[in-house]
């Protein structure tokens, strides 16, 4: 009978890749902030942590596969923020982008997290503005949580 070694997971030796789209970055980026302290508090080396800025959340899909299919990532977050910009179905671009997200880590098996956020309500003024910074950090730290989750359940089997 084979006996398989199984190497021990360490945290520090995860690289990741964040990609967040180019729209309301003051505000997208706040989750790049809430993900590294996220993942800093949970062991891991912040300086493996790629940022790749692409042109808007509906290119994040694409971007995230070319990634995933390097190799060289043990996870990729996403983050966006769709706004209703009175032109097209911003929950139509929402729903496309995550389903594009889940396709990525179902087909590559690296796993892809997301922070694309579709509001109800937003308004270009300094009260939704300060609450989606906020809320933006917030999501960078479940962001965290759920990268360190789901590697540590992919190295366990």
């Not at 398989?4 to 030796?13: G, L, M, R, S, V």
């Not at 139509?92 to 922070?115: D, H, I, K, R, S």
């Amino acid at each position: 009978m084979n006996q398989t070694t199984k190497t021990e997971f360490n945290p520090a030796q995860q690289r990741f890749a964040f990609i967040h789209a180019s729209w309301h970055t003051d505000i997208v980026l706040k989750c790049l902030d809430g993900f590294r302290k996220g993942l800093k508090d949970r062991g891991y080396d912040i300086d493996q942590i790629d940022v790749i800025a692409g042109p808007g959340a509906y290119e994040i899909p694409l971007q995230a596969k070319l990634l995933a299919k390097t190799g060289r990532y043990s996870a990729i977050a996403c983050s966006a923020l769709v706004v209703d910009g009175g032109i097209y179905r911003h929950d139509f671009v929402a729903a496309a982008v995550c389903n594009g997200l889940m396709q990525v880590q179902l087909e590559t098996e690296v796993p892809v997290l997301t922070a694309v956020l579709t509001p109800h309500n937003f308004h270009e003024h300094d009260e939704h503005r300060e609450y989606y910074t906020r809320h933006f950090v917030v999501k960078g730290e479940e962001l965290a949580n759920a990268a360190d989750g789901a590697l540590q359940a992919k190295a366990a089997i």
